[in-house]
């Protein structure tokens, strides 16, 4: 293995396979998947949506290749951390849609910049309980 890279826990990052080679130097999903407890999927409609701004289930579902049910899951997920926003648009025949949006990348900034907070401290948490023994 390089300088560069390590062997992830035998948990692995969430969506990585275990002892998949990870980059010392965090990589966004890396980040993101840590921070968030984003999986693979998740991470591909973000990364969809940051693309294809006001793209509805059905354009997201083609554009990445998978069913619009797991689509519905992960802009759920997402919607829930608000890493993307839904908003309903009329329809010329009447009707309506919902499009998906991913937050603005500032705001997303910030939002990871929390959840990195959060993680690091239950980090240290979980650390401090294995490196001092309870008595």
């Given at each position: ?18 002892r ?11 980040i ?5 407890d ?18 509805t289930?059905?354009e997201?579902a ?7 049910s797991?689509?519905?899951r ?11 926003h ?5 329809l ?8 998906y949006t991913a ?6 900034r910030?939002?990871?910049q929390?959840g990195?907070d959060?993680?690091t401290?239950r980090?240290?948490?979980?650390l401090?309980?294995v490196l001092?023994?309870?008595?």
């Amino acid at each position: 293995m390089s300088g560069n890279t390590a062997e992830s826990p035998e948990m692995g990052f969430p969506g990585r396979d275990p002892r998949t080679p990870v980059s010392v130097t965090p990589q966004i999903d890396d980040i993101l998947s840590v921070a968030f407890d984003l999986n693979t999927r998740d991470l591909q409609v973000y990364h969809a949506l940051l693309g294809r701004p006001n793209a509805t289930t059905q354009e997201l579902a083609e554009i990445i290749g998978i069913d619009r049910s797991n689509v519905n899951r992960s802009l759920r997920r997402l919607g829930e951390l608000d890493l993307a926003h839904r908003r309903r648009r009329l329809l010329e025949g009447g009707g309506h849609c919902y499009v998906y949006t991913a937050t603005e990348v500032e705001e997303a900034r910030e939002l990871l910049q929390e959840g990195l907070d959060v993680w690091t401290e239950r980090a240290r948490d979980e650390l401090q309980g294995v490196l001092v023994p309870e008595p």
